[in-house]
């Protein structure tokens, strides 16, 4: 098998502000896998948060080039997964381009979409929330409307400023037919969550993804017991065995490829988050559509989809296609593999 690790630079549309920082531009890293007439691509998405870089993700791949190259049969996608468990645990994003790239490469060699390759309905996909980040009122409100005005049903506003009211406000009187999920990346207390969750009530708000830091889970019990609102986990949801350990103190468990390591894993946490009663949000970083469509297959498990990433680039910065499309559908085809155009 013939490994091709490719690092692009991926050029926002506008500023992407979330309460630990600003950005203007990412680099995913594009992983292809080729055996004879088929290829498979995946990306890899690293964020700094849970450690990665780009640097680290072309590093970790080049350390097992051997081993990936040495696969002889793509359909062993466990044992291949468990072994980039072994030995890359502490990247995820690596391995999960790899993840990505083998299980296009089984859709080719099939000739199947994954979703229909893992017997899932296309119809059940939910459409995509359209993020709005921080900026000021006035400029969050512009964002609210212009997403608004192109379709999207939901939006998903990111909090965690010296003024969550005034621009959720501005964001609600923007677009006032849209449903609202509120993100605080950790930037809360517990008290503050909770407190911000009553008057957040009157905007129909539909849940608070990670109000409080990962690292405090007695104050997001807090919250979750004390909250007049559900509350989704991120943060503190990275990996299988987080899912029992968040399932007495949220309502939403929100998985993403790029910090679970790929999609046998995400399948896994998908079944022991319905199995503990949580109710699952797939999410992403900002990526190429080359990781995005590879969620998009997992979408029909899900209750909620936050895959958006792509759909925050600049024009012509994705040199990928998928079927999450401007205005929120997923329009899950036959095109085979993670379903790139």
């Known amino acids: 098998m013939k490994l091709t690790v ?18 203007d531009r990412t680099d995913n890293v594009v992983v292809r896998l080729a055996d004879g007439d088929h290829e498979g691509v995946g990306s890899a998405a690293p964020s700094a948060h849970y450690g990665e870089t780009a640097a680290t993700v072309e590093a970790a791949i080049e350390r097992l080039r051997p081993r990936i190259e040495a696969i002889d049969d793509p359909f062993q996608v466990e044992r291949v997964e468990r072994d980039l468990a072994h030995e890359l645990g502490r990247n995820p994003a690596a391995r999960c381009g790899v993840s990505i790239a083998l299980h296009d490469l089984v859709g080719h060699h099939t000739d199947l979409p994954l979703w229909r390759y893992w017997g899932l309905d296309p119809d059940a996909a939910p459409d995509t929330s359209y993020t709005v980040g921080i900026g000021d009122p006035e400029t ?55 407190a911000n969750a009553e008057w957040l009530a009157d905007y129909d708000v539909e849940f608070l993804e990670q109000p409080v830091p990962a690292a405090d889970p007695e104050g997001l019990r807090y919250v979750y017991e004390h909250s007049s609102l559900p509350v989704a986990v991120d943060e503190s949801c990275v990996t299988l065995p987080d899912i029992p350990a968040v399932a007495d103190r949220a309502d939403v468990a929100v998985l993403k490829l790029m910090k679970c390591g790929g999609l046998v ?27 995005i469509s590879a969620g998009a297959q997992l979408a029909p498990l899900c209750d909620y989809v936050d895959l958006d990433g792509s759909l925050l680039l600049a024009d012509d910065s994705d040199p990928y296609d998928g079927p999450v499309r401007a205005g929120g559908s997923i329009e899950l085809d036959d095109t085979p593999g993670i379903g790139l155009r």
């Open 6 to 23: 490719e690092r692009v630079s991926l050029e926002l549309a506008e500023t992407f502000t979330i309460s630990r920082g600003s950005t």
């Open 140 to 194: 969050m409100a512009d964002r609210a409307r212009r997403a608004a005005d192109a379709g999207y049903g939901t939006l998903k506003v990111k909090v965690g400023t010296d003024d969550d009211r005034a621009r959720v406000d501005a964001v609600a009187e923007a677009a006032p037919d849209a449903t609202l999920r509120l993100d605080a990346n950790e930037a809360w207390t517990p008290k503050e969550a909770v």
């Open 265 to 291: 894993e995400a399948r896994r946490m998908v079944h022991a988050a319905r199995a503990h009663g949580l109710e699952v949000m797939l999410g992403c970083m900002i990526e190429t559509d080359a990781a």
